[in-house]
C-alpha cells in the first residue's frame, strides 16, 4: 500500500532558527518521487523541493533542504532561518505508480 | 503566464443539482489530476489523466466523473452531487507523469 503520514499537526518555531518538519512514506515501487508543498492561508499550493528515488544527494532549493534517508523511508523537510511568512501548512506527497499521495500536513507557525 | 485556472473558484449547490468544475492549462501539459482537500484528511487524489482521452481513477472517484476531449482542459463533473462532496478542489498539472505538479487556485464547493 501506498502511503505518507506526517505525525506533527503543529510546530512553532522562532524566527531565524531552523525547523524540521517530518515526513514518512511507504511505497514498494523502486522508482518514486518525494515532493514538499506550502499552503498559506490564502489557499494556494505552492511547489517546494523535490526528491527522487534514486537521486543520490539530499534535494536543496534556497532555505529549503530534503532530508531523504532511504532505509528508513523518511523525506523530512528543514527550513532554515525562518521568516514570519513561513508560517504556512506543509505538506508531503509522493509520486508511485500514476498516483499521487499526499500526508495530512504540518501547520508550522513562526514567532517573532 | 503560465498558470492553471479553475472556474469557478466558489460555488454553492444543492443536492442534486449537476455541476461542472472547469480546469485548463496554458503549460502543454500532458498530466492533469483532480483532488480534493478535507480537514485532517490532506489532499486525495480523485481522477488525473495521463494525456489526451486516457484518464483513471484515483483513491476517491466515487460520486465523480471527467473527461479530456483535449490537452489543455480537464473538467471535473459532479452528476449529483451530495453534502458529502462539500469541500476545497484543487486541478493540478504536470509536463510528464512523475514532474512537479502545479496546483490551480482551487475551488470551494458547498453542498446543501
Known amino acids: 500500500a501506498q502511503k505518507i503520514t506526517q505525525t506533527q499537526p503543529g510546530m512553532f518555531v522562532q524566527e531565524k532558527e531552523a525547523v524540521t518538519l517530518d515526513c514518512t512514506y511507504d511505497t514498494s515501487d523502486p522508482s518514486y518521487g518525494l515532493f514538499w508543498y506550502k499552503q498559506p492561508s490564502s489557499g494556494e499550493m505552492i511547489f517546494l523541493i523535490y526528491q527522487g528515488s534514486y537521486d543520490q544527494q539530499n534535494a536543496t532549493e534556497g532555505r529549503y533542504s530534503l532530508n531523504f534517508q532511504k532505509a528508513r523511508k523518511s523525506a523530512n523537510l528543514v527550513i532554515s532561518a525562518s521568516q514570519l511568512g513561513d508560517s504556512a501548512m506543509y505538506f508531503c506527497a509522493m509520486r508511485a505508480g500514476n498516483q499521487f499521495y499526499f500526508g495530512t500536513g504540518t501547520s508550522l507557525t513562526v514567532i517573532p | 503566464e503560465a498558470q492553471v485556472t479553475q472556474n469557478p473558484r466558489y460555488l454553492i449547490t444543492v443536492t442534486g443539482k449537476k455541476l461542472t468544475v472547469t480546469c485548463s492549462q496554458n503549460m502543454n501539459h500532458e498530466y492533469m489530476s483532480w483532488y480534493r482537500q478535507d480537514p485532517g484528511l490532506g489532499l486525495r487524489q480523485i481522477y488525473y489523466s495521463m494525456n489526451v482521452e486516457v484518464t483513471d481513477k484515483g483513491d476517491v472517484p466515487e460520486g465523480y466523473k471527467v473527461s479530456r476531449k483535449e490537452k489543455r482542459n480537464f473538467p471535473l463533473i459532479l452528476e449529483s452531487p451530495s453534502p458529502n462532496q462539500t469541500s476545497l478542489y484543487f486541478c493540478?498539472?504536470?509536463?510528464?507523469?512523475?514532474?512537479?505538479?502545479?496546483f490551480g487556485p482551487g475551488t470551494r464547493l458547498t453542498v446543501l
Open positions: 493540478a498539472s504536470s509536463l510528464l507523469f512523475g514532474g512537479t505538479q502545479y
